[in-house]
């Protein structure tokens, strides 16, 4: 470690540097949620549930994809020291967004499961049941959901308060398509509407953009870097896509163990997911059978086998591996960042492996 | 108006001047929602629904008591010109919120009507089901409605995005009270407490201060004038208490015509108003009625007006509206907004004559 510069040192320790404010976020926060239960708990004991269902989310689990990029984004762009506190609220804002979208989407879909225990609105509407409440359990579950929901996207407004002007866009325009991304893909689904297109769009909306380019992006927004935005979008989108694809072979094909959320639900829920809409561009039976208005999914999931439709998606998830390197590879970044960015790839993109 | 200082101009202009930004607000409303308008239409006429869900709701009504305080707090404090365009865009941000918890409300609550209209949820389950489309219309519609006021909350992040520092703690309190507040009340109803210091506490944090005392100290803040803070509070909270009370009576012993939404729908819900836990205090038999799992709604009604609850309630409010009036009386404030702000008391409290 001698005669290196301070820069060389951190080029050098990316992933360390990474992992040490991944604990930070972590601690910031359960701390920041600890002060919300510490403030409420005087009020009355009820307050607690739907900061409990938000804490009880968060501590549940999930990859942090979206707080690890943004993380990235900083650091890969030089982020001064000085602006650490500002990246670490606003990575832990990013994953409390996506823990308000997961609360209201388990609404929408009315999904049992997530991260491996049963989700808010159906554990509220079973207390209720088991307590005899008054009203409708069902109703009852939900809103504790909303409200809880609703409560998660109001602690990131507050934990992005301080936000740099230059940053603000690139929050806005997350947050804004997140909500318009998951209507259009509750109606496109409610409409049997089959449009290959329109299901990228939502596929790059819900997920590519929100999951991985907007955090990277909001990352060197904070560090002062918007000429970064550019490669950062080519990598983001396209492996926002690898993201998405590898969530539909999962939930096609997949088993619920390794998820702790139930596997099948899209064709269930009659979803063009994108791994669909590619192979019915490639196969005409596939497109009779999604034409139904009544989806037989065990004929679709037959279907997708015969057509080899896994190994075409894994060659897909290959090459837009190999894209987001390579946008990486022209980016103006530290070597050990480029290297760095490059094994997140894989990691999102292999993440079942 | 000849030998008069701008300064005293202003001041005998109060209401002039609270109507001119109240007009800018509408303007600012408008043309935010037809910018996103056009920026979704590009991308699939569906994105439409949640924003149209959003402006239509704005563009049915509502008093706009909440803009209102909020401009009159700036105003009144004689906030700079240069801040102008600052407290517009928050002031537009406070009705978004309001515009939020109603379309969420509504589901809470499964209310039909809302500003003379068919609530959102109920509109888009009927759409889906005369449609024939996929899934439940129940869900797709309650879906719909759970969007859009996320759509409505991401907008008020947006136009509170340049608040300055020492107004945000008071928007983050509003926002942060109005959802706890909302599941109190909500938990309140379903587990039949009875409990009058808990009922006064969900009436003052959802009604008073988000209401009149937050927006009043918002404005307050932006103009720079936190030592208001003490005078405003005792206003707020007195009107809001009045606000609530009067809302209570519509519901209670109100019609429909008048209001644009059903009334009776608290007692029809098991909920503890305020009016109601005032009244159990001085009677036995009501006390008798409420502690009943299944209510009575007509006995209820009945007892209410036989133990003359209308008129201690009327009396409450007439107190209530002397101390706000007596606590703007002892502010450092323009004679003017003095006299501004205590015919707005009136206007609130006595709403329905």
Known sequence: MLNQTPEQTRTQAARPARLELMAAIETRLSGFLTQERARWAEVDHRCLVPVDAVADL???????????????????????????????????AVELVHAAALLHDDVLDDSPLRRGTPTAHTKHAAAHAAKGWLGESRRFGEGTAILAGDL???????????????????????????????????????????????????????????????????????????????????????????????????????????????????????KMTLLLAMACGRDDRLRALVAERDWDVEAI?????????????????????????????????????????????????????
Do not use: N
Request: contains cysteine.
């Open 58 to 92: 968060v501590a549940a689990g999930g990859k942090r994809w979206r707080p690890a990029f943004c993380v990235s984004g900083f650091l890969a762009a030089g982020g001064p020291e000085a602006l650490t506190g500002i990246v670490l609220d606003a990575a832990a």
């Open 152 to 270: 998660a996207m109001v602690y990131a407004g507050r934990l992005t308060a301080a936000l740099p002007p230059a940053a603000r866009p690139v929050w806005d325009d997350m947050l804004t398509e997140i909500q318009v991304g998951q209507y259009l893909d509750m109606a496109v689904a409610a409409e049997c509407v089959v449009d290959s297109q329109l299901s990228r769009w939502v596929a790059v909306c819900k997920s590519g953009r929100y999951s991985i380019h907007r955090p990277l992006l909001l990352g060197a927004a904070i560090a002062g870097r918007p000429e970064l935005a550019g490669g950062f979008a080519e990598y983001g989108e396209a492996l926002g896509e690898a993201f998405q694809l590898r969530d539909d072979l999962i939930d096609t094909f997949g088993d619920s163990t390794a998820t702790g959320k139930p596997v099948g639900s899209d064709l269930a829920q009659h």
């Open 301 to 353: 999931r037959g279907r997708l086998l015969a057509v080899g439709a896994q190994d075409e998606i894994e060659r897909r998830i290959d090459d837009l591996v190999r894209r987001a390197r390579a946008a990486i590879g022209r980016a103006d970044l530290p070597a050990g960042w480029r290297d760095e960015l490059t094994d997140m790839a894989a990691e999102v993109a292999y993440r079942d492996r």
